[in-house]
């Protein structure tokens, strides 16, 4: 089953409204990341998180890692167009075999601004 | 520095073909990981390699394979293609510092089986 479940699957916003997107894990996490795809584009690195209760900020982007680091948020404030794209968490999952560990992705968060 | 490269960007195959995809990571990473990202499964985990070693394996058949070259490019293959091999591979190279697990995308390569 899904590991690292993202919610909502889709936001539309007005530009200059806030978004949140959620990623929760089944386990606990060593570390976190965020990836960032803009429509038609690759994934590109936004922030990794590692201690629980984490709080990192970038511009008008806020990351969270729970205290128990087994969820994540990132929180964007007064969105822009340029903020549309797919939000993606990222976490290390042990393999079904054991013994090593897979980065699994979330489906992902997509945000679509209005202007 | 220049970024991940990919080729080719865009191929078409038909079902019980193969194909090798190309990656060259960002200059000094060593270590090379392969995605599949589709619609319905999102992205998945194909391998990673690290110093020319397979270092970590996903859920995947056997007909899907790589291999890392001493210059840290490396090559994945897909043998007797699906109609569901169909996707977006991407590739994304890491320093693999200790503690840092930031990775480089590629532009990625869409296959197309028909």
């Known amino acids: 089953g899904q590991q690292v479940m993202q919610i909502p699957q889709y936001q539309h916003v007005q530009e200059g409204e806030d978004f949140t997107t959620y990623c929760n894990s089944s386990?606990?996490?060593?570390?976190i990341q965020w990836y960032k795809q803009r429509p038609g584009g690759h994934p590109v690195f936004l922030i990794q998180l590692v201690k629980s209760g984490e709080v990192k900020k970038q511009k008008r982007l806020t990351f969270q890692f729970g205290e128990a680091k087994k969820n994540s948020s990132l929180h964007i404030t007064a969105t822009q167009t340029t903020d549309v794209g797919t939000y993606f968490c990222?976490?290390?999952?042990?393999?079904?075999?054991?013994?090593?560990?897979?980065?699994?992705f979330g489906r992902g968060t997509s945000l679509i601004v209005h202007p | 520095k220049a970024g991940v490269t990919q080729t080719p960007r865009y191929l078409i195959k038909t079902r019980g073909q193969q194909v090798t995809l190309s990656c060259s990571p960002i200059s000094g990473h060593r270590s090379v990981s392969w995605y599949q990202q589709t619609p319905g499964q999102g992205l998945q985990f194909l391998f990673e390699y690290f110093s020319e070693t397979q270092r970590n394996k996903g859920n995947f058949p056997g007909r899907f394979s790589g291999r890392q070259f001493s210059n840290s490019r490396s090559e994945m293959n897909v043998s007797t293609l699906e109609l569901g091999d169909s996707a977006l591979y991407l590739c994304?190279?890491?320093?693999?510092?200790?503690?840092?697990?930031?990775?480089?995308f590629g532009p990625g390569t869409r296959l197309t089986v028909l």
């Open positions: 990222a976490g290390p999952f042990p393999h079904a075999s054991g013994g090593s560990y897979i980065p699994t």
């Open positions: 386990t606990t996490l060593s570390n």
């Open positions: 994304a190279s890491s320093p693999r510092t200790s503690g840092n697990n930031e990775q480089f």
